[in-house]
């Protein structure tokens, strides 16, 4: 996808349901006590395979006029539809969230379980999950030390955990919220800085009791304790900030462009980028939206404003994990340095995102270089719109690494050149937001 002119993107839109709030309204609606209605899912492949695997465990789903119904089996009824001796095979796919946090919900159960992913999900860490499930008594075996997929899960009598969690993810704490619904008495997470807690607002909706503290380091801590039920969900959730990230940055990058979102989510622990974005001069206003569900949303209003290069780091990192592709493409248009620290977690996700910008900008003529734990861009400005109207030099290809973020931070950076950038995948976008080139050529259509 790319277009061959610089006019301004204008428009109103609506990106399709959030994935991280999607994945946990699937996972903890089949253990609720009864039916809970869902409307604006999100509709990647990655959270087809959260609801596949719940259905392989007994778990009945179904589309009808109210939105997505899922009749929950409760805590301790699900069961495996199809297994062998080893346990039922669950397919996550290129899914790290439907891996880590199912694993949760798979130590409280009795019974094993296999589980296994793509090449890329294969390759990452595991252990961050498998250390805590461990000491709340949970048996993991993967095929290497520390564990990677495929590996087999067998659970059931799990007891509390005390457990300070090494990295701000917000998938091993909802993986060890999730286990701690099955442990006697009360569990205590700390995690360095907060990360998004979406499962904390989803499972308080549901009747858990959560008590949270931050330290006045910035470390998050929150205790909880078992319980025996959980009240099913009627829940609308709100657009995925992570695809409107992409969006914005188009409209940021195209001088004159005008940009509406509608219903975005704007959960604090989602939008940093917004606080990264005005820190480099972005005009973006947020209006609120009224709604009943406990995840925030607004309209976002974006009108492009020419960048300047800024460091991102610290606290911040967590609260924009997932825009730091598209932070990176933007600071190749911004004027001066621009600096991600303190963010090794990027060499963990779908793939290697240091290397995978790295090589990809490096491509382009714009000079980057790589940190331990991020990545410094030369933004190249002006200098960038100007060259490119005057068709740049285009690398033969610049891989994707089959990686939906990395795949759409280039394909935004595309829009700027005469002609389409040659990436190497694009069909991996459909992981998470399979509406994101449609509403692309939309608005580029309607320019
Ligand atoms: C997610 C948390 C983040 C994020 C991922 C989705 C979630 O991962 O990168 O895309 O839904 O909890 P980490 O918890 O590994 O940082």
């Known amino acids: 996808m790319s277009s061959t002119s610089l006019a301004p993107l204008r428009g109103s839109l609506s990106v399709g349901g959030d994935k991280s709030i999607t994945h946990r309204a699937i996972l903890l609606a089949s253990i609720a006590d009864g039916k809970s209605i869902i409307r604006g899912e999100n509709k990647g492949i990655d959270c087809l395979r959260t609801l596949r695997c719940m ?8 589309v009808d006029s109210q939105g997505l119904v899922i009749e929950g089996r409760g805590l301790r009824g699900l069961h495996p539809v199809l297994g062998s001796a080893s346990g039922v095979r669950l397919d996550c796919g290129n899914s790290g969230t439907t891996a880590r946090l199912l694993c949760g919900i798979l130590a409280g159960q009795c019974f094993p379980a296999f589980l296994f992913g793509d090449r890329s999900l294969s390759l990452r860490p595991m252990e961050r999950i498998a250390r805590p499930l461990r000491q709340m008594g949970a048996s993991i075996v993967g095929q290497s030390d520390p564990v990677t997929l495929p590996l087999q899960i ?3 009598a799990l007891h509390s955990i005390s457990y300070r969690s090494q990295v701000a993810s917000a998938q091993v704490k909802s993986t060890v919220l999730f286990a701690s619904l099955y442990a006697e008495g009360e569990s205590r997470y700390t995690e360095p800085f907060p990360s998004r807690d979406h499962s904390e607002r989803m499972l308080e909706q549901m009747g858990a009791s959560i008590c949270r503290q931050e330290s006045p380091r910035g470390a998050y801590t929150l205790t909880m304790e078992g319980t025996d039920r959980l009240s099913p969900l009627d829940l609308t959730i709100p657009g995925d900030f992570s695809t409107a990230a992409y969006l914005i940055a188009a409209a940021l990058l195209i001088p004159d462009s005008a940009l509406v979102l509608r ?7 989602r939008t940093g980028f917004l606080d990264a974005l005005r820190q480099m001069g972005a005009d973006i206003r947020t209006e609120p939206v009224f709604c009943s569900s406990p995840e925030p949303q607004a309209d976002l209003y974006i009108r492009y404003r020419p960048l300047r290069g800024i460091n991102v780091g610290g606290s911040l990192i967590p609260r924009m994990i997932d825009e730091l592709p598209i932070f990176a493409v933007l600071a190749c248009a911004a004027e001066g340095i621009s600096r991600i620290r303190d963010a090794k977690e990027l060499r963990y996700k779908e ?11 490096s491509a382009l003529g714009i000079k980057a270089r790589a940190l331990p734990d991020g990545l410094e861009i030369e933004g190249a400005g002006e200098l960038l719109h100007r060259a490119n109207r005057t068709r740049g030099i285009l690398p033969s290809c610049i891989d994707t690494r089959g990686d939906h973020r990395i795949a759409m931070a280039f394909s935004v950076l595309s829009l700027l050149y005469q002609e389409p950038l040659p990436l190497s995948d694009v069909s991996c976008v459909s992981i998470s937001a399979p509406e994101f080139f449609p509403l692309l050529k939309k608005l580029l259509a309607s320019c």
């Open 351 to 361: 793939s290697d995102r240091i290397q995978a910008l790295l090589s990809g900008i």
């Open 263 to 269: 219903r975005v989510g704007v959960n604090p622990g």
């Open 154 to 156: 067998a659970g059931g």
């Open 55 to 62: 259905q392989q465990l007994g778990v009945p789903s179904f």
